[in-house]
């Protein structure tokens, strides 16, 4: 019964980073689309990179946290 509650948490967490996840790519996205009109001329592209690099690593740290937080949930033995 416990390691179904901890699942439950972690699944709760999971949910949760989606939602987050989603609002920040509709972010990058909307930057994108500022930064593709501000530069028509291509000159936005390593600005571009950059920032959706920056994104990336943003979302891996999250990741690890939820992860870890679910390590750190499981028991050590099934006694």
Known sequence: MRNSGLRLEWQKGLISFRKVSERAVSALLARTMFWLDLFPDGSSE??????????????RRQISVIDGQHQQLKPTSDQ
Request: proline residues 0%.
């Open 46 to 59: 390593q600005i571009l990179r950059f920032q959706v690099q920056a994104h990336i690593a943003k979302l």
